[in-house]
């Protein structure tokens, strides 16, 4: 059993792709949001094309495997595992080339629960290649629009890793950060990468706004999303994001290993 194999039966096992947990009403929102221009959902894009919801179903089913049909309107979602695979490798190939150069690079995720792993493992072993992670604005604090409100968070680096705690957490340092979909703590950490005279990222990994706010700021920019994250498949298919790769962010933490083993063999970064 090939390499592949092995990755994409794992997949639907653990229901990274086949049939998700994502639900079908939960897509369909977001694309109806994308579509009003919904701030929540852009994430940091600004579409050019008019992307209505037709049009969004259109692209989900392109580059996720969703169904195309209008009329499936609840249920859960689905992701085809091929789809995920070919979009692993191209996001290796882009691992692989800013490895080979030691380019700087910067990493964050408003997913830190289930994907803080995954994000870590490429910062050890881009960090090994000879690559600097950056780590800029350590500290700083964010002021995020979140569902209660205006909250602030703070920047912060796991392992070489961004993501945003709020400071009234409980135990500063012992939660693995917040749940974010904005774009501003990309924006802030490209700021003050700029303010203290560089060095700037070459490539930008994460996911929700980490890679759609640097994207659309013209830095290359990869990474993961699922069936409710249209920003990132709009990115890529107008040229701001490089590699968006369809798979549940939201599974157990330990599932994501297979597939941080797969891209660093893939990427010729194995250890």
Known sequence: MSTAARLRAHLVAARLAGVVATSREDSLRSYRLFAARDPRVLIGIDPEGAWGVRELLGLMAEKCGVSADPRYLSGPDVIDPERTLAALDAFAGRIREVARRGAP?????????????????????????????LTPAQ??????????GL?????????????????????????????SHSPLPVRVALDAAAEAG????????GDHGWVCGAGQLGF??????DTDDPALFVGEAEGRVSVAVPVDDAVRSAHYRPLIRYVLNRACLSQ
Do not use: K
């Not at 500290?139 to 209660?148: M, P, S």
């Not at 400071?167 to 939660?175: H, L, V």
């Open 151 to 179: 909250r602030t968070h703070r920047l912060a680096y796991v392992r070489g890793v961004a993501l945003v705690r709020e400071p009234a957490s409980g135990r500063p340092g012992c939660e693995p950060g917040a749940h």
């Open 105 to 133: 690079v910067l990493l964050g995720t408003g997913h830190p629960r289930p994907l803080l792993g995954f994000y870590a493992g490429l910062a050890d072993a881009l960090s090994a290649a000879g690559c600097e992670v």
């Open 198 to 205: 560089g060095p700037l990222p070459e490539l930008v990994v």
């Open 220 to 225: 290359e920019a990869i990474g993961l999303a």
């Open 139 to 148: 500290g700083r604090c964010v002021d995020i629009l979140t569902r209660f």
